[in-house]
């Protein structure tokens, strides 16, 4: 008895020290989670595809598709990256976009969409504002950039695709299906 | 065995370093709900509606337990809320992995990016820390009631 008091005694310093952490943190999050907002996966499909190409390494070049752009400028004030199907991937590879894996190296090297560039996201993320915006410096911000990693559930393609979109990149889009869809879908890939 | 396992010293050694375990989970994850509840959502164990609420009080809890652990103060109840976590844990690991989710474990770090491997190391990882929270939970106060008991013979 004194043991189940001791224990209730524990929890309740615990729930007591946690919302007050939450409260007091910026980055609190609400108590009741109502849907996944954490997740991408049920971003609706608004983007589509008016016929442009796009050159990744044209910087001068303002000429993006308008519907690519779609996407809402957040509180932090950069356009957040939105989550693409296949077929939009697939779409926007043959238009030349930009591919973006956030994988390792040696992952990257193994195989990768074809023609795709490799930032992978564990370096990226150490990098300093600086050194990332050299890195990203020769690619058009107005340019459309796609970034996947694995597939399956894997993170490092949203994680790196905000990061990337935090450099002012305007149209910066999740494939979630990676490599893995890519290469059953017998997609160009390299080597 | 008994002997061996409610020696103080072995108890003492044993509480301290599970303690530190906790701690070092739990540090990193207290003022980082967000990241915690991404990495608890990738088990798709919980409901959703207990996400949030997990990853804001849970690491509190693993933490307070660890230093309870250690200062050796409430050591029932601490190593009852340990086993029940470690149990918890062990589950979700265990689930994870049987349903071949290729997930990274969020047991310490929130960022690791890992394989399989990785969780069939933890979930040995968190047999050892279970058995080592059963022991104190069981032999932390054996010595006690033994002189309590021979005392009561004497009377």
New interface residues.
């Given amino acids: 008895m004194k ?1 189940a008091k ?2 209730l ?3 309740i ?3 007591l ?3 007050t ?2 409260a007091i ?1 910026p ?10 907002i ?2 991408l996966d049920t971003a609706k499909q608004k983007k589509t595809i008016d016929g442009f190409v796009n050159d990744p390494y044209d910087t001068t070049s303002k000429k993006t598709s308008n519907n690519m752009m779609s996407g809402n400028m957040n509180k932090e004030g950069f356009i957040e990256p939105e989550t693409i199907t296949m077929e939009l991937a697939k779409n926007l590879f043959e238009r030349n976009a930009l591919f973006v894996d956030a994988r390792n190296k040696e992952e990257y090297d193994s195989l990768h969409v074809k023609g795709s560039i490799n930032l992978p996201y ?1 370096e990226f ?1 150490n990098k300093s504002i600086r050194d990332r915006i050299e890195i990203m410096k020769k690619y058009n911000k107005d340019g459309v950039i796609v970034v996947y990693c ?1 597939g ?5 393609s949203i994680d790196l695709a905000y990061e990337i979109a935090r450099l002012g990149f305007n149209s910066v889009n999740i494939y979630r299906g990676g490599i893995k869809e890519w290469k059953e879908k017998g997609f160009p890939t390299q080597p | 065995m008994t002997n061996f396992l409610s020696n103080k010293y072995f108890q003492i050694a044993l509480r301290v370093v599970l303690g530190i375990v906790f701690i070092y989970a739990s540090v990193g994850k ?5 990241d915690f ?2 990495a608890i ?2 088990y798709e164990f919980l409901p ?6 997990m ?11 660890g230093v ?1 652990l250690i200062s050796g103060i ?1 050591k ?3 190593s ?2 340990a086993s029940i976590s470690l149990v918890v844990f062990l589950i979700a690991l265990i689930s994870a992995f049987a349903r071949g ?3 990274s474990c969020g047991c310490f770090s929130l ?1 690791e ?1 890992s394989t399989k491997g990785d969780i069939i190391y933890r979930i040995v990882q968190d047999f050892f820390m279970l058995a080592g929270t059963i022991i104190v939970y069981k032999f932390s106060n054996v010595k006690k009631i033994q002189e309590t008991v021979s005392a009561e013979e004497v009377n």
Avoid: H
Wanted: with cysteine.
């Fill in positions: 043991t001791q224990i005694i524990i929890i310093i615990g729930v020290f946690g919302l952490a939450n943190n980055k609190g999050v609400p108590l009741i989670l109502e849907k996944n954490y997740a564990e993320r694995r399956d559930k894997c993170e490092v | 207290l003022f980082r709900p967000e509840a991404k959502l990738r959703i509606y207990f996400v949030n609420i990853a804001i009080v849970m690491p509190w809890v693993e933490f307070f337990t309870l409430f029932k109840a601490s009852i809320i989710l290729d997930i960022e990016t």
